[in-house]
């Protein structure tokens, strides 16, 4: 019978594995799902903080125990075997378990604890760090694992289930099943040098702009892709003069003269309103797109990326009066940005 104080299914002892219990350990599967996640011997044991001697060690014990190997050499990189995958999956697992367990404990304590781990696209460098600086005030005792990547590596991590949550301009419902939930703005604005002479001029029309050079991101950027859809709609070729992989890049091409760009009004975040780059009055601008919180369909998050998504989510409608105060000119279209529903997009967990 099961113990009266407990209301879940009673488990007898002989469905307990037993033979793992006494034969593995929480450190080797750790050391496991290090080498895993990097890729690497040598990585896992500098994020652990041991010699790589101890590191090979532990896995041997851990593949004896199961008795099939778990990684197998493929040029100078080791990958999981068939049961090193399964292992993985059921290590993840494990630790996504202890660590609500960790912070259920902290929480009888009166103290938050946890750890999240927060992948964002390259653009939302520029203002998650304040979001979770924010956050962090509220629960001092979380630990973040912060993570910036382009967005093919980010639907990589997605895949594989590598992080709580992610950061992007566009959810990928067209390769995943996701969950994603719209908190923040991403304007995108027409920025020029400072000493543009169309800077000051006010409802340029994109046949203008069309006539400047252009520079644009990297092919499969989302901005990039904004970008030529606004003059793919009014049949105007515009007149690319390079491609660059970076914001930074970009903005200093653009205050050396090069051209114009699109990029997100969060890329001006530091410079403020009086810096070096201008942003141009342009016909149809800004392109009032979203940052979403993201994870796939069905994951089960930890309490600590269930926190982190109630605070960002609780503090969007700040997030559009802070953009307001550094640009006020903009503030009718960030005003009907957040009015506006979004079809499609979920808005609260």
Same mark, same amino acid.
């Given at each position: 019978?099961?113990?009266?104080?407990?209301?879940?299914?009673?488990?007898?002892?002989?469905?307990?594995?037993?033979?793992?219990?006494?034969?593995?350990?929480?450190?080797?599967?750790?050391? %496991?799902?290090?080498?895993?996640?990097?890729?690497?011997?040598?990585?896992?044991?500098?994020?652990?903080?041991?010699?790589?001697?101890?590191?090979?060690?532990?896995?041997?014990?851990? #593949?004896?125990?199961?008795?099939?190997?778990?990684?197998?050499?493929?040029?100078?990189?080791?990958?999981?075997?068939?049961?090193?995958?399964?292992?993985?999956?059921?290590?993840?697992?494990?630790?996504?378990?202890?660590?609500?367990?960790?912070?259920?404990?902290?929480?009888?304590?009166?103290?938050?604890?946890?750890?999240?781990?927060?992948?964002?696209?390259?653009t939302?460098?520029?203002?998650?760090?304040?979001?979770?600086g924010?956050?962090?005030?509220?629960?001092?005792?979380?630990?973040?694992?912060?993570?910036?990547?382009?967005?093919d590596?980010?639907?990589?991590?997605?895949?594989?289930?590598?992080?709580?949550?992610?950061?992007?301009?566009?959810?990928?419902?067209?390769?995943?099943?996701?969950?994603?939930?719209?908190?923040?703005?991403?304007?995108? $604005? $027409?920025?020029?040098?400072?000493?543009?002479?169309l800077?000051?001029?006010?409802?340029?029309?994109?046949?203008?702009?069309?006539?400047?050079?252009?520079?644009?991101?990297?092919?499969?950027?989302?901005?990039?892709?904004?970008?030529?859809?606004?003059?793919?709609?009014?049949?105007?070729?515009?007149?690319?003069?390079?491609e660059?992989?970076?914001?930074?890049?970009?903005?200093?091409?653009?205050?050396?003269g090069?051209?114009?760009?699109?990029?997100?009004?969060?890329t001006?975040?530091?410079?403020?309103?009086?810096?070096?780059?201008?942003?141009?009055?342009?016909?149809?601008?800004?392109?009032?797109?979203?940052?979403?919180?993201?994870?796939?369909?069905?994951?089960?998050?930890?309490?600590v990326?269930?926190?982190?998504?109630?605070?960002?989510?609780?503090i969007?409608?700040?997030?559009?009066?802070?953009?307001?105060?550094?640009?006020?000119?903009? #503030?009718?279209? %960030?005003?009907?940005?957040?009015?506006?529903?979004?079809?499609?997009?979920?808005?609260?967990?």
């Amino acid at each position: 019978m099961p113990p009266p104080y407990s209301d879940q299914t009673y488990t007898p002892p002989a469905a307990m594995p037993d033979y793992l219990i006494r034969h593995a350990s929480l450190r080797q599967i750790q050391v %496991f799902e290090a080498i895993v996640r990097l890729g690497s011997f040598t990585r896992a044991a500098d994020e652990l903080f041991v010699t790589q001697p101890t590191v090979s060690m532990q896995i041997k014990k851990l #593949a004896d125990a199961l008795g099939l190997p778990l990684f197998e050499q493929i040029g100078r990189q080791v990958r999981p075997t068939e049961a090193g995958a399964e292992l993985y999956q059921a290590c993840r697992a494990i630790f996504e378990t202890l660590a609500n367990l960790e912070m259920r404990i902290a929480d009888l304590k009166g103290v938050k604890r946890g750890r999240l781990r927060l992948c964002v696209i390259t653009t939302a460098k520029y203002f998650a760090p304040e979001v979770l600086g924010e956050f962090c005030k509220l629960y001092p005792g979380i630990e973040v694992a912060l993570k910036v990547s382009n967005r093919d590596r980010i639907l990589e991590r997605i895949n594989a289930n590598e992080d709580d949550l992610y950061i992007m301009g566009q959810a990928p419902s067209d390769q995943f099943e996701v969950d994603a939930f719209a908190f923040a703005p991403n304007p995108l $604005v $027409v920025m020029a040098p400072r000493d543009h002479p169309l800077v000051g001029q006010k409802q340029i029309p994109m046949n203008r702009i069309a006539e400047e050079a252009l520079i644009l991101r990297e092919p499969g950027s989302g901005i990039r892709d904004a970008t030529l859809r606004v003059f793919e709609q009014l049949r105007i070729r515009p007149k690319v003069r390079m491609e660059l992989g970076s914001n930074e890049a970009i903005k200093h091409a653009v205050v050396g003269g090069l051209g114009l760009s699109v990029l997100s009004l969060h890329t001006l975040t530091l410079e403020g309103p009086d810096g070096p780059v201008a942003i141009l009055d342009v016909e149809g601008f800004p392109i009032m797109r979203q940052w979403y919180l993201v994870y796939p369909k069905g994951k089960e998050l930890s309490l600590v990326a269930k926190a982190f998504l109630d605070f960002a989510l609780k503090i969007r409608m700040s997030l559009y009066e802070r953009m307001e105060l550094m640009w006020p000119e903009l #503030a009718p279209a %960030f005003q009907a940005a957040y009015d506006r529903p979004r079809a499609g997009v979920e808005q609260t967990p």
